[in-house]
C-alpha cells in the first residue's frame, strides 16, 4: 500500500500525558498537511510542510503543541499536557506542489482520547 | 479569506433517487474546490475537484459538480442513488497560491433509504 499512512490508529491517555503521532506521506510528496476533526465537524487546519519546512500554524496550534519533519519524509504531532479538549481524530494529508493541482491525499486519522 | 457553508447537515434520499448535496463558498481569490467522502471509520476519500478549466466536473461513483462562479456554489449531484453511497460529504475550498490548506465546510450526512 503506497498510500497515506498513521500510527497509531488509536490513542487514550490521561489528562496531563505527553502523545505523539506519526504520519507518513506518499513517498513523493513535498508538502504534508494536519488536520484535527472533532464529531460532527469538518476538518480544521493546524500546520503544514513544504519538504522539512514548517511554513503556516493555525491558531488552533497551541503551544502544547509541535510537529515535525525532519528530513522532509514522515511527520510528528507532539501534544504535550493533554487536554480532554485535544480529544479528536488527527488527520494527515500529503500533495505534490506544484503539479498536484493541491490534491490532498488523507490517512485513515489517529483518534486521540482524552480521559 | 476563505469559507464554505454546505446547507443541510442531513440529507435523506430514497434509492435511485437524485442526490444533490449543497455547497456555496466564500473566497477572496480564485478558488480551488472539492468533495470528498467519509465512510464510517474510514478516512476521507477524494470524489472530485475544481481548479481551472471546464465548470462541470465528474468524479467517481458517478458524482459530479458545477461550478459556478456566479452564484459561488459548487453543489455535488448524482442521478441515482445507491445504498452505498450513505456517508459523510465534505466541501472545501483553497487558493492557487503558495499555502494552499484546505477550508472545509461541516458536512452533509447522506442516508439512502430502501
Same mark, same amino acid.
Given at each position: 500500500?503506497?498510500?497515506?499512512?498513521?500510527?497509531?490508529?488509536?490513542?487514550?491517555?490521561?489528562?496531563?500525558?505527553?502523545?505523539?503521532?506519526?504520519?507518513?506521506?506518499?513517498?513523493?510528496? !513535498?508538502?504534508?498537511?494536519?488536520?484535527?476533526?472533532?464529531?460532527?465537524?469538518?476538518?480544521?487546519?493546524?500546520?503544514?510542510?513544504?519538504?522539512?519546512?514548517?511554513?503556516?500554524?493555525?491558531?488552533?496550534?497551541?503551544?502544547?503543541?509541535?510537529?515535525?519533519?525532519?528530513?522532509?519524509?514522515?511527520?510528528?504531532?507532539?501534544?504535550?499536557?493533554?487536554?480532554?479538549?485535544?480529544?479528536?481524530?488527527?488527520?494527515?494529508?500529503?500533495?505534490?506542489?506544484?503539479?498536484?493541482?493541491?490534491?490532498?491525499?488523507?490517512?485513515?486519522?489517529?483518534?486521540?482520547?482524552?480521559? | 479569506?476563505?469559507?464554505?457553508?454546505?446547507?443541510?447537515?442531513?440529507?435523506?434520499?430514497?434509492?435511485?433517487?437524485?442526490?444533490?448535496?449543497?455547497?456555496?463558498?466564500?473566497?477572496?481569490?480564485?478558488?480551488?474546490?472539492?468533495?470528498?467522502?467519509?465512510?464510517? !471509520?474510514?478516512?476521507?476519500?477524494?470524489?472530485?475537484?475544481?481548479?481551472?478549466?471546464?465548470?462541470?466536473?465528474?468524479?467517481?461513483?458517478?458524482?459530479?459538480?458545477?461550478?459556478?462562479?456566479?452564484?459561488?456554489?459548487?453543489?455535488?449531484?448524482?442521478?441515482?442513488?445507491?445504498?452505498?453511497?450513505?456517508?459523510?460529504?465534505?466541501?472545501?475550498?483553497?487558493?492557487?497560491?503558495?499555502?494552499?490548506?484546505?477550508?472545509?465546510?461541516?458536512?452533509?450526512?447522506?442516508?439512502?433509504?430502501?
Amino acid at each position: 500500500d503506497t498510500g497515506v499512512s498513521q500510527d497509531p490508529r488509536h490513542k487514550i491517555t490521561k489528562r496531563g500525558q505527553n502523545v505523539t503521532f506519526r504520519c507518513d506521506p506518499i513517498s513523493e510528496h !513535498n508538502r504534508l498537511y494536519w488536520y484535527r476533526q472533532t464529531l460532527g465537524q469538518g476538518p480544521e487546519f493546524l500546520t503544514y510542510f513544504q519538504n522539512e519546512a514548517q511554513l503556516e500554524k493555525s491558531r488552533l496550534l497551541s503551544d502544547r503543541f509541535s510537529a515535525e519533519r525532519p528530513k522532509g519524509s514522515f511527520s510528528t504531532l507532539e501534544i504535550q499536557r493533554t487536554e480532554q479538549g485535544d480529544s479528536a481524530m488527527y488527520l494527515c494529508a500529503s500533495s505534490l506542489s506544484p503539479g498536484g493541482r493541491n490534491e490532498q491525499f488523507f490517512g485513515p486519522g489517529t483518534r486521540l482520547t482524552v480521559l | 479569506a476563505q469559507s464554505v457553508t454546505q446547507l443541510g447537515s442531513h440529507v435523506s434520499v430514497s434509492e435511485g433517487a437524485l442526490v444533490l448535496l449543497r455547497c456555496n463558498y466564500s473566497s477572496s481569490v480564485p478558488p480551488y474546490l472539492f468533495w470528498y467522502v467519509q465512510y464510517p !471509520n474510514q478516512g476521507l476519500q477524494l470524489l472530485l475537484k475544481y481548479t481551472t478549466g471546464a465548470t462541470l466536473v465528474k468524479g467517481i461513483n458517478g458524482f459530479e459538480a458545477e461550478f459556478k462562479k456566479s452564484e459561488t456554489s459548487f453543489h455535488l449531484t448524482k442521478p441515482s442513488a445507491h445504498m452505498s453511497d450513505a456517508a459523510e460529504y465534505f466541501c472545501a475550498v483553497s487558493g492557487a497560491g503558495n499555502n494552499r490548506k484546505l477550508i472545509w465546510g461541516l458536512g452533509t450526512s447522506l442516508a439512502v433509504n430502501p
